[in-house]
């Protein structure tokens, strides 16, 4: 017998649903957030690998993911419904990332790296449009939902930091305090799969999302031919390209970055104070920025409704350049605490724009695999270019008394600066949307501009 959802306001989704899709969101960023910010630490710190070794782990594993996106689009949008998709895919990916936990040798790291993200990149794209195909105005309600992912990233990040500090970090000696911290970021993969096998379960109470059988078409292909044929998305596309790899330097670097800049601080009891709140590794510390994200997104359906998109995603770029000039150039934490809280901004008002404009500029019956195009650019291509861009630079940041982080910081500062140039200039002060807001529910949401 299936139960039909009712709200008794029809410009609202109803409530049951509105939670499902939230704890959906939870679980699917505390998958990532557990293990992604310390996995780059753990492989050069306890598994010996050289910066460049380590960075071409990441690459090789983000290529494997580059032709998943096309097939999990198709088979949403054509074959099977998105929620068993999702539930299959993450009771795998949680086998994938245990494993990763255990694994030593070279070649078995880049074997199960290619597997985990073969399974779970297409995940990313997909528990967005299925949320964008039960919510009923997305300007409105996808922000307060996609907020609970945020939230997810933030309690384990904060977790496995606290973790580390308090099951990690005795020794007789810092030196073995701090091998006994990284070996414990193994952990980090082993919470991550737990999680995995909770969200694996869920994903089957979720609502039925059914594909379109009446269309016949590659649906990928379809999805292509949409974007070729949008100015507005070919610029987001190719911007989101490049802002994706700039984005890895975050996400790559910046844990160590913030435990090298916290530890060495002159100011006493720094380090003891922020190690108490947010735990060791640096990964604690970094979910200052998903509060902040947390913040933006919860105030991001006020905002759309007076600002254009293009204003959103200008800001977004903009607050990309900002916090690597920080980190480049006024490396103490005085000032590296307050520039984390940018993160916010630069995903509220560029990536969470993007996914919406993508979903709004898009055919109702290929938005699955619109949206996994552009996961493919954004944790497919860009990841790869990140991961080896981020490596290299590394790598010729070295110095005998450390880093130069006005090296390993400033170029993507400059590379951001760019695609704020471009985006200014090139992408169209209003673009037209391709349909209204398509759902279960036969309401209209606000134009976008």
Not at 215 to 236: G, I, P
Not at 414 to 427: E, K, Q
Request: net charge positive; charged share 10%.
């Amino acid at each position: 017998m299936t139960t039909i959802a009712v709200s008794d306001d029809l410009s609202q989704t109803p409530l049951n649903i509105r939670v499902k899709l939230s704890i959906m969101m939870f679980l699917q960023y505390a998958i990532w957030g557990a293990w992604l910010p310390l996995f780059f630490a753990f492989l050069t710190g306890y598994r010996g690998l050289t910066p460049e070794k380590a960075a071409l782990l990441f690459s090789i594993g983000a290529a494997g993911a580059l032709v998943a996106p096309f097939l999990a689009g198709q088979i949403a949008d054509r074959w099977f419904n998105t929620e068993k998709f999702l539930g299959i895919s993450h009771l795998i990916g949680a086998v994938l990332v245990w494993r990763l936990a255990d694994v030593s040798s070279y070649g078995e790291l880049i074997v199960y790296s290619v597997l985990y993200s073969v399974i779970y990149a297409p995940t990313l794209a997909l528990t967005n449009s299925l949320a964008f195909h039960h919510l009923v105005d997305r300007d409105k309600e996808f922000g307060k939902i996609r907020v609970w992912g945020t939230i997810g990233w933030i309690v384990v990040g904060i977790a496995i930091g606290q973790w580390l500090l308090y099951r990690h970090s005795q020794g007789a000696t810092p030196a073995e305090i701090s091998h006994s911290q990284v070996a414990g970021m193994g952990d980090s993969l082993r919470l991550s799969a737990i999680l995995g096998v909770l969200m694996g379960i869920f994903c089957f109470l979720l609502p039925p999302t059914p594909p379109r059988r009446d269309k016949q078409n590659f649906a990928a292909w379809e999805a292509t031919r949409e974007v070729f044929r949008s100015r507005a998305l070919l610029v987001l596309f190719f911007v989101s390209f490049v802002i994706a790899c700039v984005h890895q330097f975050y996400f790559v670097l910046t844990a160590p970055f913030l435990q090298s800049t916290i530890q060495s601080s002159s100011a006493a009891g720094v380090a003891k104070g922020i190690n108490r709140i947010f735990g060791v590794g640096g990964g604690g510390l970094m979910t200052i920025g998903q509060i902040s994200e947390m913040c933006v997104l919860a105030l991001m359906p006020l905002i759309v409704k007076k600002v254009s998109y293009k204003a959103l995603l200008c800001i977004g770029v903009l607050a990309y350049t900002l916090r690597f000039a920080v980190f480049a150039y006024l490396p103490h934490p005085a000032t590296v605490i307050p520039a984390l809280a940018l993160h916010g901004i630069c995903f509220g008002c560029f990536f969470f724009i993007a996914f919406i404009i993508v979903d709004e500029l898009t055919t109702k019956d290929v938005r699955a695999s619109a949206q996994s195009l552009y996961g493919l650019i954004v944790f497919g291509l860009g990841v790869v270019g990140g991961n080896l861009l981020s490596g290299y630079i590394s790598s010729i940041s070295k110095t005998d008394g450390g880093l130069s982080y006005a090296r390993m910081f400033g170029i993507p500062m400059w590379i951001s600066l760019g695609c704020l140039v471009v985006m200014a200039i090139f992408y169209p002060a209003r673009a037209a949307r391709r349909e209204v807001v398509e759902s279960a529910f036969p309401v209209v949401s606000p134009a976008s501009e």
